[in-house]
């Protein structure tokens, strides 16, 4: 099975300063069609996952600008440039190329 | 507009059976692969079975495999996870997700919970 480590677990930020949240895979996550299989979601308080970056670094329909995905073959990071009050929650990582599986879970909080 | 609706979750004694429902909306269900993921209390994202489009593969994690049977309907646009000889751990809230393509979700419903306690 493939695990997947984030770091931090937890992060407190003032508002409009840059957080960074990093993820490993123990195994490589690029495909044989070119695509690197790691997505980010975020699960606000009380709510279900979302999903905020695909493929590395793509941002899904609606996500803001402020957030951004970096990386390649097992170490990615997430990036969000300024934070705001609503990007509070749970950001895990998730690896798409066996089965899936997420990682621990980032807890990002407002200072 | 996705919408995915799920149904089922309860309290159960361990050992017993449940079957979780997941009716979807707002879009072709017959189309797309769906997966189910759970989330314990407190605890992080664990996908338990995925479902190829027409039903006719199914996968599962090694820790799953013999308890728990994904099926789906695409005449009624639903979704089933059955789940046999339930323990303690297999409390958590159960998610029913629209896989855009092999590895990849876009759309989650609110979860239903299931709680296994004597």
């Known amino acids: 099975d493939i695990v997947m480590t984030q770091s931090p677990l937890s992060l407190s930020v003032t508002p409009g300063q840059p957080a960074s949240i990093s993820c490993k895979s123990s195994q490589s996550l690029l495909h044989t069609d070119g695509q690197t299989y790691l997505h980010w979601y975020l699960q606000k308080p009380g709510q279900s996952p979302q999903l905020l970056i695909f493929d590395v670094s793509k941002r899904f329909s609606g996500v803001p600008d402020r957030f951004s995905g970096s990386g390649s073959g097992t170490d990615f990071t997430l990036r969000i440039s300024r934070v705001e009050a609503e990007d509070v929650g749970i950001y895990y990582c998730?690896?798409?190329?066996?089965?899936?599986?997420f990682g621990q879970g980032t807890k990002v909080e407002i200072k | 507009e996705v919408q995915l609706v799920e149904s089922g979750g309860d309290l159960v004694q361990p050992g017993g059976s449940l079957r979780l429902s997941c009716e979807a909306s707002g879009f072709t269900f017959s189309d797309y692969w769906m997966t189910w993921v759970r989330q314990a209390p407190g605890r992080g994202l664990e996908c338990v079975a995925l479902?190829?489009?027409?039903?006719?593969?199914?996968y599962y994690p090694d820790s799953m495999k013999g308890r728990f049977t994904v099926s789906r309907d695409n005449a009624k646009s639903s979704l089933y996870l059955q789940i046999h000889s339930l323990r303690a751990d297999d409390t958590a809230i159960y998610y029913c997700?629209?896989?855009?393509?092999?590895?990849?979700?876009?759309?989650w419903g609110q979860g239903t919970l299931v709680t296994v306690s004597s």
């Open positions: 997700v629209r896989d855009v393509r092999w590895g990849m979700s876009d759309s």
């Open positions: 479902i190829m489009s027409d039903g006719s593969n199914k």
């Open positions: 998730m690896q798409g190329l066996y089965f899936r599986t």
